[in-house]
């Protein structure tokens, strides 16, 4: 299946672009910055998918949607979850949040692909994620990370080595760990590698000296994952 990338960030582009590289039966033909460039290409080629984001300089993905006269199979990958329900009246076939977990991109390229790419088992998760910060994607090593903080609009991540500070939300961060089952949210604020703690004391849990509270309405979840209820 052929594909096309639509983005006028490159970093955004590169991560698809990584993606697109790991699942057998996608080819990346084209990475376009800007709808003009998208138009200009699609004039004199035919694509099977397009990786199509939202806000862009001038034409703006969903537009660009509209005045293709006969569009291929679109996936929108975007910051912004307040235009899925637009995305879905142009019949896109999946809306992807950004930052993008490799496993939600696999999902969706399952339901453009004639025949699904076989998902993932517990033995071939990635073991690595990409996340935005400063300008520059940094890759992460999932073992790697103690826990994951919220400060608003802002997400604190605490690793071995270093702590990074990314714009995004905690529900993005959950998706994007979702299929590692070592992570688990203990609180509004705290996602947790269960692989690191080093205490449970009553409603605390002590990783590498921090100390994170159990939220009450996350307990029940969080005796049951780790094994203790």
């Known amino acids: 299946m052929t594909c096309l990338i639509i983005d006028d960030e ?13 699942v057998p039966g996608l080819e990346l033909l084209a990475k376009c910055d800007s709808a003009t460039e998208a138009f200009a290409f699609l004039s004199n080629n035919v694509v099977d998918l397009i990786f199509l ?7 703006g993905g969903l537009e660009f949607l509209r005045l293709l006269k006969s569009p291929p199979k679109v996936i929108l990958t975007t910051a912004y979850s307040e235009y899925a329900l637009q995305g879905y009246e142009l019949n896109v076939v999946d809306y992807l949040v950004k930052p993008i977990a490799f496993e939600r ?3 969706a390229v399952n339901k453009a692909m004639p025949v699904p790419v076989p998902q993932q088992g517990p033995g071939q998760i990635a073991e690595d994620l990409f996340v935005k910060s ?18 608003k609009s802002y997400l604190l991540i605490h690793t071995i080595a270093q702590k990074i500070i990314i714009y995004s939300t905690m529900l993005n961060m959950v998706d994007q760990l979702a299929a590692r089952t070592e992570f688990i949210r203990i609180h ?3 996602l947790i590698n269960k692989n690191h703690i080093k205490i449970i004391q009553n409603n605390i849990i002590i990783i590498h000296n921090a100390e994170l509270p159990i939220g ?3 307990r029940t979840d969080t005796m049951k994952r780790l094994g203790l209820a």
């Open 53 to 59: 984001d939202i806000k862009m300089p001038g034409i």
């Open 216 to 218: 009450a309405v996350y």
């Open 10 to 22: 490159i970093l955004a582009q590169e991560v698809i672009e990584h993606y697109i590289f790991q």
């Open 134 to 151: 400063d300008g520059k994607l940094i890759r992460l090593l999932a073992k790697d990370i103690l826990y994951v903080e919220s400060l």
């Open 105 to 107: 991109f696999l999902q």
């Open 188 to 190: 509004k604020s705290y």
